[in-house]
């Protein structure tokens, strides 16, 4: 399964736009690019899927470049409620047992 | 209602004693999950059942035995337990069938075990 590379921490400001790349140089043919939101003495929640282009939600955007070796999530206009931990995960496609590889995230801080 | 549920939220017990974490999910889903996430804050796959079959078994010490009684239960016992063993335990589950995009996992709240 590929493995993906994140800033371990990001600093914002509620108002701002903030953007979270991840790495998967080994990304496979069939793996789509999905990223998870966990706030602190919850489980992990997911807020977002991807194969390629862009992908909007009502949470958040997704840009996937042409070659899909990284990913941005963009969170526009962030709030304090914002501040958790952001895991970027590809997987699925030909071996879909369900395995989610987490790795370490970004633990995004917003402050006032 | 809550959609993934995990009893009890914290655990507190001795080395060397057993212990069970139970997990039940609302959603229909045929497919559950069990992940250790470390003061690190690395979140690991341990076990994964679908439709109580067995699917996904990681390198997890044999103290480590999940059951399922049905498809909406999943349950983790831990025999002997170690100071290792300290860690927050999820539970998980997706539908099943996505094939072959990446299925949305639902977790559970989380149980807290710490060993002493």
């Known amino acids: 399964l590929a493995k993906t590379t994140q800033p371990i921490s990001m600093d914002s400001y509620e108002g701002q736009e903030v953007n979270i790349t991840c790495s998967h140089n080994n990304i496979a043919t069939n793996d789509y690019i999905t990223w998870y939101q966990q706030f602190p003495s919850q489980g992990p929640r997911f807020i977002i899927q991807g194969y390629k282009t862009k992908v909007t939600n009502e949470v958040a955007s997704l840009f996937i470049p042409a070659d899909r070796k990284s990913s941005t999530l963009s969170l526009p206009r962030v709030s304090l409620s914002d501040t958790a931990v952001y895991y970027c995960l590809v997987g699925g496609g030909s071996s879909n047992t369900g395995k989610l590889i987490f790795g370490q995230g970004t633990t995004l801080q917003v402050k006032p | 209602d809550t959609a993934v549920s995990q009893t009890p939220k914290y655990l507190v017990t001795q080395m060397g004693n057993d212990k069970s974490i139970k997990c039940e999910q609302n959603l229909g889903h045929d497919t559950m999950y069990w992940y250790k996430q470390d003061s690190k804050k690395f979140l690991k796959i341990m076990f994964s059942y679908n439709n109580k079959e067995l699917i996904i078994n990681e390198t997890v010490p044999n103290r480590f035995s999940p059951k399922s009684p049905d498809k909406a239960h999943l349950n983790l016992h831990i025999n002997s337990l170690e100071l290792g063993d300290s860690a927050v335990y999820f539970c998980?589950?997706?539908?099943?069938?996505?094939?072959?995009?990446?299925?949305?996992?639902?977790f559970g709240p989380g149980t807290r075990l710490l060993v002493l």
């Open positions: 998980a589950s997706s539908q099943g069938n996505a094939y072959p995009r990446q299925e949305t996992q639902y």
